[in-house]
């Protein structure tokens, strides 16, 4: 795998982290003044994402669920870029919906780490059931759309953000698994 594509998963993680921090930071202006930064790092999260599935993808499992993650932030992200009136009523709501989606599918993705023999799968498995736990307190209390649901909000995507740093770990295994199974086919081509 190229190191770009390392770089690239690395950035969309470090930009989910910011983003939830900025959440966390501006509990009350979360909702209206940092619409168009919440936008910007959701639209830039998905793009990397996507160049990291587009790279991966012949030889990653599930990659299918990455690209509909990543999809799906772009999504976000034009639709929060697009308006903060529509941002300042949704966002409690989309936000909640997207960190829960993200962490069903990074618990999900966290078994194929497991399978390869990274021993932190159960990392990205824990962050991933907080995204999704979080991201469900937000849906059931939208009227708690201040600190707390920005909190919860920002909490949630940091450890999202954070499953995405941890799993860059786990790609050195997946490289070696790839790599060790061209190799013995490779061989056994030439013992033909």
């Known amino acids: 795998m190229k190191k770009s594509t390392k770089i690239w998963i690395c950035i969309a993680g470090v930009l989910l982290v910011i983003l939830g921090v900025v959440c966390i930071a501006n509990p009350a202006e979360?909702?209206?003044?940092?619409?168009?930064?919440?936008?910007?790092?959701?639209?830039?999260?998905?793009?990397?994402?996507?160049?990291?599935?587009?790279?991966?993808?012949?030889?990653?499992?599930?990659?299918?669920?990455?690209?509909?993650?990543?999809?799906?932030?772009?999504?976000?992200?034009?639709?929060f870029l697009s308006g903060k009136l529509?941002?300042?009523?949704?966002?409690?709501?989309?936000?909640?919906?997207?960190?829960?989606?993200?962490?069903?599918?990074?618990?999900?993705?966290?078994?194929?780490?497991k399978s390869v023999g990274f021993s932190y799968w159960w990392c990205i498995f824990i962050l991933g059931i907080a995204g999704v736990v979080l991201g469900y307190l937000g849906l059931r209390n939208p009227d708690v759309a201040g600190r707390t649901l920005s909190t919860l909000i920002g909490i949630g995507i940091i450890a999202n953000g954070l499953a995405y740093l941890v799993g860059i770990a786990g790609l050195n295994r997946f490289e070696k698994k790839v790599n060790g199974v061209r190799e013995a086919i490779r061989d056994a081509i030439e013992e033909r």
């Open 30 to 79: 979360t909702l209206f003044s940092t619409a168009w930064l919440i936008g910007l790092f959701t639209l830039l999260s998905g793009i990397f994402e996507l160049v990291f599935t587009i790279d991966t993808q012949r030889f990653m499992p599930n990659s299918g669920t990455r690209m509909l993650s990543a999809i799906l932030q772009i999504i976000l992200g034009f639709i």
């Open 86 to 113: 529509l941002l300042t009523v949704s966002l409690p709501f989309i936000f909640a919906a997207w960190v829960m989606v993200e962490g069903v599918i990074i618990a999900v993705r966290s078994f194929d780490y």
